[in-house]
């Protein structure tokens, strides 16, 4: 594999940061499983998988995103973006690439909501992924979203805390 990476992330004012990066990687001989059928459309209809190395050039492109606000009474808000393909990978094979081309997330949290008491919800989002691989088991997995919150309270001189969270 040759990958390629760039990527930048800085304070643009005293309330945003940001973070960008693009990555793109080329395989040669590429490992994907072939699916082999023994007696196809019989009752004694077997499937075996077979490694092999592609003939052609695979590639992998992705992107993402972040920004972070900081907002009064320290409140900040986060949002991220990402893009993921695989590109020429050989029909009929598996290649387990088993992530949706976009997710993004979006999150408000404060660290000092009150006294000792810190709290952050965030919102998750995934693409479907059309055809998720496996060895034992494939099939389409469709897009969702999920909530996830927390509230945690810092043990006044110590470096413990306790948090309560939960999501959907």
Not at 22 to 47: E, H, K, M, S
Not at 100 to 118: A, D, E, G, Q
Not at 122 to 131: A, G, L, N, V
């Amino acid at each position: 594999v040759n990958a390629d990476e760039i990527g930048y992330r800085g304070v643009l004012t005293k309330k945003h940061l940001i973070d960008v990066y693009a990555c793109y990687a080329r395989y040669n001989n590429f490992i994907a499983t072939a699916i082999l059928v023994q007696r196809p459309g019989t009752a004694n209809q077997r499937q075996f998988g077979m490694p092999i190395n592609s003939t052609e050039i695979v590639e992998t492109f992705g992107w993402g995103a972040s920004v972070d606000y900081k907002l009064p009474s320290n409140f900040m808000l986060g949002a991220n973006v990402s893009y993921n393909e695989l590109r020429n990978a050989a029909a009929g094979t598996l290649s387990f690439f088993n992530t949706p081309k976009w997710r993004y997330n979006v999150t408000l949290s404060n660290n000092k909501l009150f006294k000792n008491i810190s709290a952050a919800a965030t919102w998750r989002w995934q693409d479907e992924i059309p055809m998720w691989e496996s060895t034992f088991l494939s099939g389409y997995v469709p897009s969702f979203g999920g909530l996830d919150a927390q509230v945690s309270y810092r043990i006044p001189k110590t470096k413990n805390a306790i948090k309560i969270g939960g999501n959907n």
